[in-house]
């Protein structure tokens, strides 16, 4: 597996210059005779009298060899940008027969076999993915002719065989071992178990794209292609249809006429029996996504070299086999299953004696209650069981590595198409929910979506997101009025503003200020609703107007007629002769407080990397650590590679690169902690400064290389000196040199031996790095790797399997610098706890924390003006020439920049005056003065609320600037579930 590159030996009419016959005809030479060497080796070694040291070093021996002489090969060839065409395959389907034998001869699956005496692990992960690599190369596309086909076919027929073999084995003798009364345990049995449980996890890594190559590449009338399918979903049917692929004619479908369903038995013999213990594989999660990628990538690469121009959508889905049927189950029954699991577990019911159901964790109270086991499921765990169980998290992550793998100057149509439809798909789906479901909304909007964003962000491909109907479901949820439902849609419009195009940016524009503006700020009495959309229009709307944009003046317009309406009303605010106005400014000290005591605060965000959570969690096994608690979390992590302890998802790869990637991560976490404490000391780590200066000074690199050759001049001193932590020990070294002639004494001495051993990274950690930090862009592989000589290149195809760089942006590339994350006001709150608690025993829904509206304003809390200048008392109402000591707020127009007085004025009308009622009798002009009175002062109040709730959204925005970008700030909160089924409220 690894890039397109894998098929760059295939370009359908490509010339290859005398340069690049001469390295194919070089390699080809190479591979013979080390093919030769190695069945002379295997042959020669007598295993049966053998010690348990000689069985390791016969283990050792090979596996390094094999390193050295096929896998370094295969991998740059995986990895090489020039375009080659192979003629003789010959030598690869030799070493394919011969890596299978050699798997075969195994006999540690064995009952009776001792473990001294097999292949070792490392050794049968090396030979797996030796086969995984062939497998893709020699794969079969449009310009190879039906003898190649047949080959192929039938050597993928053996590697099933081989693997499928063992993974019986694999299990009898686990189910035998299990049975075992574990008094009579005995260590070898122990270890045995052990041994069996590590060989499966390899074998797993590998059956999904086992089971891909199977699915196109096996005759049909095997069909194991329909077996497949059905293991996928029961209720499918077949025709006879033309396929892109021309050795394939079957279509299939769903159906529900079970006359057309697709009966096993009618097909079933030997064969199909035996594919269905390989085929029951792909019901793990894992692998079907393994399955997934390889499946799409062999149709990618083989839509490259049609003759045709085929475009891929949904009217030629039918042409590719079992698509509709894989598409539909990985988008729209994955959705499905995520969101009834995600329903399921908040509904659950906790100890109705504690009734934690109605706790929140603004109560004062909140973590004494809820410290039993039945307690609340907090909003990190609800985080981490999305980003850790969610099938539709996996997909796309899936889909995030394939376009990290394939190159997009040769697929960037067909990759866009291929997105696209999934996306289509997911959106046909998200549809059909209610705009009042908002516990799904959430997870759609606020965790699917924007995971997405996260991860295509650092690629051109991001721009397959059709915006139109993502944002039409946002607005459709700010026109329910409803406070969950308006807060989704609001949260997830700021999060994602600086990924939606300009054109889209200025329609979602208009429909909020012209559409919504009186929804969201005026009848709303949620201060959370008004608070969000000032942020999002503070933040991200206006920041983001262009000049030449027609919307430019829309904002400013809106904040400029309260302005002139609250101006306006001063003269028919005295009229009233209302001396208490305490109601209209006592927003202006909480105008950023929501439900009672919380605040939204800007804190910096700093996460884990991948690097740090795969130390963590590897580290200590025992530790329980919330991996996703957060959605800005993920904004830098693959959840599929942290779950997996930092291993390859997607295909079976040598032990030893994931021993190097644990080992790195070790080494940079702890330069991490090393660097955060001589910071907070005011020094610098002198371990951080040697790794920069080796990057920096090239002259002194190439001296301190010297030096490590020197110490280090072996196949196995090199490996040994990184896969013991980088140590430099005396007693290592000793050791090391005692092996140090290993393969010179099977093998022996060679120019390649000798040229590998100088060029593979040695003890600095940088030059580890460099490995993994190689092809960091993945948009410029190619040209990045076009200048890098061959020394290089199998220093990093060595060591550094593609893969393990792939999408490498997600894990250092971090977009959120800032957070809006909750933070609670303390309060004396001791007669609401006393209510609250005497509530929740009695099974009360809602208390004095609970109540969502404004309560009315404490006398202590009146806003007097003492000591005012001159401009700050220009705002004074007045009655009889004396003060109210009122007063009333002015907007802050300085995020709108230099504007002209009076731009795009336009009138504002005041409300009915009194003289218009003539007419009516004087009992209903009291009445109606009366109500003119209320409802002015209800008017003003509003206005108020909503300019002071404006204004210190201004000073934080300037606050903020002063500082970093708009852009990258996210706002982590939650919507949670409601405490009832008879009321909607918003726990946070």
């Known amino acids: 597996m690894g890039s397109v590159a894998h098929n760059q030996f295939y370009e359908c009419g490509s010339k290859t210059s005398s340069q690049d016959k001469f390295s194919i005809e070089k390699y080809e030479t190479q591979l013979f005779q080390s093919l030769n060497r190695f069945i002379g080796f295997i042959n020669n070694a007598d ?48 070493w394919w027969v011969t890596l299978l034998n050699f798997l075969n001869s195994d006999t540690s699956l064995q009952m009776d076999a001792t473990l001294e005496f097999n292949l070792s692990i490392e050794l049968t992960s090396v030979c797996l993915e030796c086969v995984s690599r062939l497998m893709t190369i020699l794969i079969i596309l449009p310009v190879h002719p039906y003898r190649d086909m047949e080959i192929y076919s039938h050597h993928l027929l053996l590697t099933i065989h081989c693997i499928t073999n063992k993974l019986i084995l694999i299990s009898k003798n686990t189910k035998k071992l299990s049975r075992t009364e574990s008094n009579d345990k005995s260590s070898t049995n122990d270890k045995k178990l052990q041994h069996l449980n590590r060989y499966s996890s390899l074998l797993r890594s590998f059956i999904g794209k086992l089971n891909a190559y199977a699915f196109f590449y096996l005759p049909e009338e095997l069909h194991f292609d329909t077996i497949l399918l059905l293991t996928v979903s029961p209720q499918i049917s077949s025709s006879i249809q033309t396929c892109l692929f021309s050795w394939k004619n079957r279509h299939y479908k769903f159906t529900g006429d079970q006359e057309q369903i697709i009966r096993s038995e009618t097909f079933e013999n030997k064969d199909t029996k035996f594919f269905k213990i390989i085929v029951s594989y792909i019901k793990n999660d894992f692998i079907l996504m393994s399955f997934y990628w390889h499946y799409w990538y062999i149709i990618l690469q083989y839509i490259k070299l049609l003759d045709s121009n085929f475009e891929l959508g949904k009217s030629t889905l039918p042409c590719i086999p079992g698509s509709e049927i894989l598409l539909t189950h990985v988008t729209t029954r994955f959705l499905n299953s995520d969101l009834n699991k995600f329903t399921r577990i908040i509904k659950q019911t906790p100890n109705p004696k504690i009734a934690n159901d109605n706790l929140t964790e603004s109560h004062p109270n909140f973590r004494t209650l809820s410290g039993n086991n039945n307690a609340l499921i907090t909003s990190e765990k609800i985080n981490d069981y999305i980003f850790s169980n969610f099938k539709t998290i996996k997909l796309w992550e899936c889909l995030r590595s394939l376009s990290g793998c394939i190159s997009k100057e040769d697929h960037s149509e067909s990759l866009e198409n291929m997105l696209s439809l999934h996306e289509s798909s997911l959106i046909d789906y998200i549809s059909t929910i209610s705009a009042y479901d908002y516990v799904a909304a959430n997870v759609i909007y606020n965790k699917i979506l924007q995971f997405i964003v996260f991860q295509f962000e650092t690629l051109p491909s991001l721009r397959f997101i059709q915006w139109g109907p993502w944002y039409n479901g946002l607005l459709s949820m700010l026109r329910t009025k409803n406070i969950n439902c308006q807060t989704v849609s609001l949260l997830c419009l700021f ?168 080992l790195l991560a070790e080494k940079k976490t702890k330069l991490s902690l090393k660097k955060n404490l001589k910071t907070m000391d005011g020094s610098e780590d002198d371990q951080v400064g040697e790794d920069e200066d080796e990057d920096e000074n090239p002259e002194d690199n190439g001296a301190r290389k010297k030096k490590t050759k020197e110490r280090s001049s072996s196949l196995s001193a090199t490996f040994n000196s990184w896969l013991s932590k980088f140590s430099t020990a005396s007693e290592e070294s000793q050791k090391k040199k005692e092996r140090e002639s290993e393969l010179d004494i099977e093998f022996g001495d060679d120019e390649d031996n000798i040229y590998f051993s100088k060029d593979t990274p040695k003890r600095t950690s940088s030059n580890l790095e460099k490995i993994f930090k190689h092809g960091n862009h993945s948009g410029s592989i190619a040209s990045s790797n076009s200048s890098i000589k061959l020394n290089k290149v199998r220093e990093n195809t060595l060591i550094g399997p593609p893969e393990l760089r792939y999408s490498n942006e997600i894990k250092e590339y971090n977009g959120i610098t800032t957070i809006f994350k909750l933070v609670f006001i303390q309060t004396n709150r001791k007669i609401v706890e006393k209510i609250d608690i005497a509530n929740m025993k009695w099974g009360t829904i809602h208390g004095g924390s609970k109540y969502m509206k404004p309560l009315p304003v404490p006398k202590d809390m009146i806003v007097v003006n003492t000591g005012k200048s001159e401009n700050e008392t220009r705002n004074l109402v007045t009655v009889d020439g004396k003060d109210l000591d009122i007063e009333l707020p002015v907007p802050d127009f300085s995020i709108f920049g230099e504007r002209k007085e009076h731009e795009h004025e336009t009138p504002v009308k005041s409300g009915q005056s009194f003289e218009e009622s003539e007419g009516c009798g004087e009992e209903d002009i009291a009445v109606w003065k009366q109500n003119q009175e209320m409802r002015l002062k209800t008017r003003i109040q509003k206005i108020c609320v909503v300019i002071e709730t404006f204004n210190a959204t201004v000073r934080e925005y300037f606050d903020f600037s002063n500082r970093l970008e708009h852009e990258s700030i996210f706002i982590d909160f939650e919507v949670r579930k409601p405490s009832s089924n008879s009321s909607i409220n918003i726990k946070v």
């Open 47 to 94: 295993k049966s009298v053998g010690s348990k040291e000689q069985n390791t070093k016969f283990c050792k021996t090979s596996s390094n060899f094999l390193r050295l002489k096929l896998l370094m090969i295969l991998r740059q060839w995986c990895d090489r940008p020039q375009k080659f065409t192979i003629e003789n395959r010959d030598v690869l389907i030799q």
């Open 495 to 662: 999060n994602i503003w600086r990924h939606i195009s300009f054109e889209e940016r200025e329609e979602i524009t208009k429909r909020l200020l012209k559409d919504l503006w009186i929804s969201l700020t005026f009848d709303n009495e949620f201060p959370l609703i008004r608070i969000l959309f000032m942020k999002l229009l503070v933040f991200k709307i206006i920041p983001n107007i262009q000049d030449s944009s027609l919307i430019r003046s829309l904002p400013y317009e809106k904040i400029r007629e309260l302005d002139e309406e609250l101006s306006l009303n001063k003269e028919n605010l005295v009229l009233t002769q209302q001396y208490y106005l305490s109601d209209i400014v006592a927003h202006r000290k909480n105008a950023l407080i929501f439900n009672g005591n919380s605040h939204l605060m800007m804190v910096p965000k700093k996460p884990n990397t991948e690097d740090q959570l795969v130390y963590k969690i590897n580290h200590d096994k025992k530790l329980r650590i919330e991996k996703f608690p957060t959605v800005s979390s993920v904004a830098n992590t693959r959840p599929n590679v942290i779950l997996k302890n930092g291993k390859y998802v997607y295909d079976v790869l040598d032990e030893m690169a994931s021993k190097a990637a644990y």
